[in-house]
């Protein structure tokens, strides 16, 4: 049994809230939000406690584990004070929007020796995770092109945007992992276009909404990403693997099953309404993961260090995207 | 809140164990098994109590309703235990497995007054249910053909299929149900074949493992509904409806979203591998339908009356099978 | 190189003359028809002949089959008469609308000796005689159930369906036809339903517009054909075969490619919007099946018996809609 | 009636061969090869004549159009010699390999008036067509992405690779014509990716067998084309097209229509075995687009000024690959 801890009460904090209460080797005990109401709300739902501060998290020997899940810019400090805690630590990507200071924290963190993980919760789509297993037995024979597709159906607010990191930071920066993920290698090269065309205003703090990137592995393989913010017909996201033998789909999914045909056309149901209603398995599932590593001693699911390296790929996208160049990835720590 | 009993702790009980503890308006308290163990286990679970005989349900006035999954055998008594005891009653098909009993058991539970449904759970398929209401909205014009599909992945124990009632009691019933439910009108006429063909042994008791039916409803609507146990190849159930302007189908649904396409083939995941991971979102489904019923005094969503329809048109079924004729189906009570 | 004559200048006929005329082992050489101006007009367009009588062709050492795609009730004359001149001879199906009539002249026509095929052209659907051969071959275990859906898009003028036989004779047959093809076996027993629907007018003739057929064979397989002469959404055939191992699908088939995912569904196209956009191909391979049987003295590939099979059980339909009872079905000759 | 040559007697001549033989407005009359014999052959074929030199075509008063589906050197030569001859010209791409010959052959046969078309095929294919019908019509809002899919199923002849002029030239550039076409836009940079990782050999040459190419257009718009030379599993063509208000798809097209599903997965047809399976429509079409504008003098169906702009965007996707920086694509004449 894992006793945990919440920080960050806000829409992703009550999904991990409901998955922390319902996992049967969880002892899910305290949350904690800068808006005491929040946790307090969000605890009493679940069976859990309010922590009236942060300190009443690091500072308690009743714990095992904390599930990070506050405002991205805290990510960096909690993974510190965890760490400092010795208490294993879940963590919601990104773990800092500035690179430098992500890649000093995973040092401190790593220093520390304490469990932890990036909360990439994509690889534990179940057809994502089965495409790759296809890719990586072989089954396609060596991989050639990657294609990843990433569409929202709807533009996220200008606030939460302007905060976000933008799109390669924020949205691509899953696709980064999952290709970085299914092909088994780093990329060593990216080049991305983009643009601002749903939202024009966000071009003022430089950000897009549409984008493409092509990254470039050692091997010669190749994969291309598009991201778009609103797609206006629902949720879309899907991959292909391409080898030398063949071809691996996890395939658009919709979100019914009942077609309708009339004279004109055959009618069926589009996709998902949303993102989370596609993708809302995968938490419970990174969860169950992170759970298992601790309660079995195993290595992390997802290190701090594999986060480092789509942020890695995400910084030079956005290089790429104001040199108009393809720009060399740099992993170094 | 309403307080329920469950009776009945196999496998179908353990599932509305789990629905009556996690549905919000339901205070689940007490379960009966004839295995007593059993019943304190699964109560355990859900934090239910284990009843020590039926007198703890029906002579109890902490309880406002009974979930009725008892054997089929004893599905007639408990109906009558709760009329007697002013309990609002779930049961799971069939009231019983003679016509007569089944008969005289509704005509006592209507003079009681209980709010009474029996659990046809497939009207309650979210994808079956789109298809009615584009049937009765007029999506396809008048409604011509229906044609339902009902395929088990492997047959179930011999042991099982000799006290089911057949085929067509057992597994065709539903079907019945919802083509009687689309269409809105009761069918007049039914013509059955049947054969065992999965499991010759069967005919000893006079049943069959594959069966066609075909329906007449007065207005010259006809209905085809093929019944399997044994595919070979997963769970399998689908409906189409044609009218006179249009199709409207409950697809297929097939259990992963991933595809292999090599060079001599593209290979999807097959269907589901039994029937209840496909159907079970419907459980859930017709608890809430029953308790919301509750709540707000609303009347049965499936009367005990609808319950002897399906089973008056399965008893038909049976008539043609061994008379090779079509018979005309017998609704009166 | 087969010298061959064309009797009928329909629009059958006309499909059958584009297919003579690009066959490269035909040699196309006379069209006949009642109406003189039509056999010369279709004959000009091909590069061969009008026939000015019936004698020109059956009293003609030039030739050496003849295609008879004249209107129905001449079938029977016309193949006694390439009998007796020694003509191998293609007919479309039926022989006869006279079951009676239909056998005499087959036995008249088996006792010259020539080389005679009846048209079920659907035989030679490309998909259909795939999901054939995975049947024959074994690759869905032994055959337990199939499932034949013919949908035309409009109601055929009412003048034609007076003299069409019914649905049963004239539609149907050809799935009776397919049924016991893939089957290998011949159906014992049958029932049917029929309803006049989108044409009440129709029944006062006797004929239906939506119907379903339930077969019986020896072994205990089944098989269901649901016939509509009016979708309202276009042309519908496919064919389910379902075995002891597995499923093959001869699938529903679109005309297009195109779909279009917007806020609220995808649409993809419809349906072929007629009969013959489907079944076009099928003609020129029914044909040269033919050409190659006479080219390599092989059995002709589907005897006219095998057209009197198909027409018993479309008997035996007519009987059952009639009687309400199944029926058995009786082969003879 | 248009009164045609046709240059070249291969495999692509021989499609032509048929089609120009099969139009009903096409006096199909002489063939030229630099092979007497192949050209006579391919001239009896279709009951035409062979010519004895180019002189019988370009010095000949009896002809309209000429055909020019010769080796890709003589392009530019036969293209100005039909502008001395006043003949009109149908092309195959590229006009010349080389960009500063192709551009002043454009402008010497431009200057004659003739009416010239280059011949990129897939403008034709009818569901292409119908995607960018619906972009056009604004049924996908305001275009914000493009996805161009191109996989051939086996690696062409090494021989033919070297002469090709490269996947760019070659491949891709039939989709930079299909996305110019589909934006009505010209796009302004590209970027490309590419590697030889199915013929390591023909990295000798400069050229790939993978390649991914990006391009902005003017207004912000993006597109991605992946081209692959082998697949190992069929011949993969299709496109998207993402707007401000949906999606429209020409779809990925099978070869069959009949699915087979067992107990682990269901199968179906792969792709088309050969690209030529999949396009051959498209030849026909595209020459009835030029035969009606030569019969109705409209204008040319694809001006030789369109094939320079996707041989630009060719050029600067060589660039981009040497450089490593996405490239502006120069149209200057």
């Known amino acids: 049994m894992q006793r945990f801890a919440l920080i960050g009460a806000g829409f992703i904090g009550s999904v991990h ?10 002892d899910f005990r305290l949350v904690y939000d800068i808006d005491v109401q929040r946790a307090s ?16 998290i690091f500072n308690n020997d009743q714990l095992d584990a904390v599930f990070i899940a506050s405002s991205t810019d805290s990510h960096a400090q909690n993974l510190r004070l965890a760490a400092d805690a010795g208490l294993a630590a879940l963590v919601e990507k990104p773990i800092d929007l500035d690179l430098e200071t992500a890649k ?37 024979g ?27 930071r924020d949205q691509a920066v899953h696709f980064y992992d999952l ?65 030398s033998e063949g071809l691996a789909e996890s395939e658009r999914q919709r979100s019914g099953h009942v077609t309708l045909v009339r004279k004109e056309h055959a009618r069926s149901h589009g996709l998902h309404g949303n993102w989370f209603d596609r993708v809302k398995p995968t938490y419970a599932a990174s969860l169950s993961a992170f759970v298992k590593a601790l309660e079995e001693d195993l290595d992390s699911p997802i290190t701090l260090r594999e986060g480092l390296k789509s942020q890695a790929i995400a910084q030079a996208a956005v290089r790429s995207l104001s040199s108009g160049h393809s720009e060399a990835i740099d992993y170094s720590l």
Not at 145 to 160: E, I, K, M, N, W
């Open 17 to 26: 809230a409901q998955n922390l209460a319902s996992h049967p080797d969880v």
């Open 41 to 56: 709300a969000l605890a009493a739902q679940h069976g859990a406690k309010a922590a009236a501060s942060l300190d009443d």
């Open 142 to 168: 060596s991989l050639a092109l990657l294609q990843l597709t990433s569409r929202g159906p709807a533009l996220p607010p200008v606030d939460y945007l302007k905060s976000s990191g933008g799109q390669f």
């Open 179 to 243: 290709a970085t993920w299914i092909a088994g290698v780093d990329p060593v090269q990216i080049h991305a276009f983009g643009s601002a065309l749903a939202a024009p205003e966000i071009a003022e703090f430089g950000d897009v909404d549409t984008s493409i990137s092509s990254l470039l592995f050692p091997d010669g393989a190749l994969a291309q990403i598009d991201c778009v913010r609103h797609t206006g017909y629902g949720y879309d996201e899907r991959i292909e693997a391409l080898g």
């Open 104 to 140: 000093s924290t995973v040092a401190y963190v790593e220093r520390s020796g304490i469990k932890a993980m990036v909360n990439f919760n994509r690889r534990f789509d179940s057809a994502h995770a089965e495409l790759r297993d296809l890719v990586r037995q072989g089954s396609i």
